[in-house]
């Protein structure tokens, strides 16, 4: 296993998350569970946010990108952790203002903002918005005329940086829905719109290269390519940047395919991505901009697992053994969606050596609902307490009904001891909002 702060394997051979034994907390709070290990999540927040202090003056602000995971607790978490966050719809803006975030230090996103979202926005008096069309742009400066405000905007642009990962989660190439793209000149265009509303103040621009991104480089690049874009406005439109937001994207561990980097090591992105804006801005004679930087996976990604129990076993002779558990792609469904890899450790008896290689499948009824495929196990049996790490990101917040099973509940652990930040759906929860229309009879026979 990979021995990390956050988790460990106790005397009794159980691993162990931020203190606390999973089999007791699988006991306590039944599975399947996603569990969050508070110290590990503080420690990432507070290492963005005194690199940028340290080596950017303190001239911007760490956003926890919370589609990652956005519940009341993390919000508060954030807050008092002094940072601020992003949002991509109502429904996250609505769950950080019920939890008392500042919406100052909130930035909204999204390539399709609602008109109801966008006045939610308004009304709450978020930080920015990120315009990610010319519509969103009208719609923004006649909400905020209609209240008597100027709202600050970002103006999504697409760099064109190839960062390797998968496909589905790459947003800054040429073809995406994301941005305005700087090569063939709609981002120029947006620009001089933008700067002709009178009720939105063009404040500067953001771009999201995409996810699990390890190489520093792809984003010393997108900074270069987003500055010399940012002086080249300078110079046709005589618009000076205030802020630059990076995005988030910094790459995590799930297997040991993935470079395991310890929470100070993340450090070393800012560093890079910072140096690259100071040496572009005086390249170009720019003003230091307001930085902005939102990462979500690598704050709360190895902060969190998920514990199942192992129920039936299929073994098919020759071809495959299947563990099946009590989730599946409803908690988590990252391999339905990427053939994302996890690995998997018997939490119950973490220190036995593995000895076959099994797949853990759900139990949706869809074949390709899996969690991970060909994984090194020991033996495992009915009712063995199954962990399955790095699930802190998208996983609760991807996760969904499907075939009506209850979306797990979420436990925060401190100094050993779990408690709900989550609390357990009920199925009368699942079926709250179904009409059964008078004219559908009951039969009684
Ligand atoms: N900022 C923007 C504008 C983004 O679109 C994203 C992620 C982030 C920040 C945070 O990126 P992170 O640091 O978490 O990589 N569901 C996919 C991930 C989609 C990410 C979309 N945007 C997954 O499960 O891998």
């Not at 007791?24 to 990432?44: H, N, S």
């Not at 019920?98 to 308004?122: R, T, V």
């Not at 099946?324 to 391999?335: E, I, L, S």
Request: hydrophobic share 40%; proline share 4%; charged share 25%.
């Amino acid at each position: 296993m990979n021995e990390r702060e956050t988790l460990k394997i106790n005397a009794k051979g159980h691993l162990e998350i931020g203190g606390a034994d999973c089999v007791a907390l699988a006991q306590e709070f039944g599975t399947p569970l996603y569990v969050f290990d508070e110290k590990y999540i503080r420690k990432m927040m507070s290492v963005y946010r005194d690199t940028l202090a340290t080596y950017y003056d303190g001239k911007g602000m760490v956003l926890y990108a919370s589609k990652a995971f956005s519940c009341k607790a993390i919000y508060r978490i954030a807050d008092e952790e002094n940072i601020g966050i992003d949002v991509v719809s109502g429904g996250e803006l609505y769950t950080a203002t019920q939890a008392g975030f500042p919406a100052q230090n909130i930035c909204m996103h999204g390539n399709n903002k609602l008109d109801y979202e966008l006045g939610e926005a308004l009304d709450a008096g978020v930080g920015y918005i990120v315009a990610d069309a010319y519509s969103e742009i009208d719609k923004i400066d006649a909400e905020a005329a209609k209240r008597g405000i100027v709202q600050k905007i970002l103006l999504r642009i697409n760099p064109g940086v190839e960062a390797h990962t998968h496909a589905f989660v790459q947003t800054a190439t040429t073809d995406s829905k994301f941005g305005f793209s700087l090569q063939n000149g709609t981002a120029e265009a947006v620009t001089a719109y933008a700067l002709t509303k009178k009720n939105v103040q063009l404040d500067g621009y953001h771009c999201h290269i995409g996810s699990q991104i390890f190489e520093k480089q792809s984003f010393v690049l997108a900074v270069e390519k987003c500055l010399d874009f940012a002086a080249e406005m300078q110079k046709k439109l005589g618009f000076t940047l205030k802020t630059l937001n990076m995005g988030g994207g910094f790459g995590v561990w799930y297997t040991d395919e993935d470079k395991k980097i310890p929470p100070e090591g993340y450090a070393e992105y800012l560093i890079a991505l910072i140096e690259a804006v100071k040496a572009k801005t005086a390249e170009h004679k720019l003003p230091l901009p307001y930085l902005l930087l939102e990462p979500g996976r690598s704050i709360i990604g190895e902060a969190g697992i998920t514990l199942y129990t192992v129920g039936a076993i299929k073994d098919i002779p020759g071809v495959r053994k299947y563990l099946a558990v009590d989730g599946g792609m409803f908690d988590n469904p990252r391999y339905a969606l990427y053939q994302s890899k996890y690995t998997p450790i018997l939490a119950n008896r973490a220190s036995e050596e593995p000895t076959e290689i099994v797949s853990i499948a759900g139990k949706c009824c869809e074949s390709g609902d899996l969690i991970a495929v060909n994984v090194n196990l020991p033996k495992a049996e009915s009712g063995d307490i199954l962990a399955i790490l790095s699930t802190g990101a998208y996983n609760y917040s991807m996760a969904m009904n499907y075939n009506r099973n209850k979306i797990p509940p979420c436990v925060l652990v401190k100094d050993g001891k779990g408690e709900y930040i989550v609390k357990p759906q009920t199925y009368e929860d699942i079926a709250r909002n179904d009409v059964i229309l008078e004219r559908l009879s009951k039969k009684t026979k």
